[in-house]
């Protein structure tokens, strides 16, 4: 597997604390990685021991230190996890209303093989908007990690602390790794 720059972004749902083990299987593998997380997300997750993992800061919005250039991440490969109801509805509708999403919304763009596995209790993943989000971003190339195919299904409204155990954070890894290396085979 040749390595990369994997591009992370986490949305606030219950595995998100729990996104040190794709950090880690990623490292395991010498790709290197940084984290976006949307502004509710900041709330789920423990920045500075995310920092102290990646080495890098842990983006959720434009602000930059004086002197610093704003500019998108680059990225091998991008993995959106745990990707929520309500962001999963906004990338398929190409809305950039914070800096996860703007960057999701550019690196899509830019064809960076991209992976997103959804956190979605079932009563949330039988609305027509959402099934519809799911198809469009398929149609649009996106790798989701979703139904029988995946292992990977909507749970029951209340069994999230459950699913949460075995949220595939090593399938994403590997999905968005072969995407790259599908992507750029002279690498
Ligand atoms: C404790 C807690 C757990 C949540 N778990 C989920 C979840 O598993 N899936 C989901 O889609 N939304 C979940 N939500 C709701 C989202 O956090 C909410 O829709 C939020 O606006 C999503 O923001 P984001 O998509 O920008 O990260 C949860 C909210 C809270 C407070």
Request: proline share 10%.
């Amino acid at each position: 597997m040749t390595p990369g720059h994997l591009q992370i972004v986490v949305c606030a749902a219950g595995p998100a604390p729990d996104v040190t083990t794709l950090i880690n299987t990623a490292h395991e593998q010498s790709w290197t990685t940084a984290v976006t997380a949307t502004p509710h997300a900041t709330r789920f997750i423990d920045i500075p021991a995310i920092e102290e993992l990646t080495g890098a800061p842990v983006r959720s919005d434009y602000r930059t230190s004086p002197g610093t250039r704003r500019s998108l991440p680059t990225a091998d490969a991008l993995v959106i996890a745990p990707a929520t109801y309500n962001s999963i509805n906004k990338i398929a509708l190409g809305l950039a209303d914070n800096y996860a999403m703007t960057t999701i919304a550019e690196l899509i763009g830019r064809h960076v093989p991209t992976v997103i596995v959804p956190f979605v209790n079932t009563a949330l993943a039988t609305r027509h908007p959402y099934r519809r989000a799911v198809a469009s971003l398929r149609d649009e190339g996106v790798h989701i990690l979703l139904g029988p195919d995946h292992d990977w299904e909507p749970h029951p409204p209340g069994t999230g602390n459950d699913r949460r155990l075995t949220f595939p954070w090593t399938t994403a890894f590997h999905a968005a790794a072969a995407l790259a290396e599908k992507a750029q085979p002279q690498k």
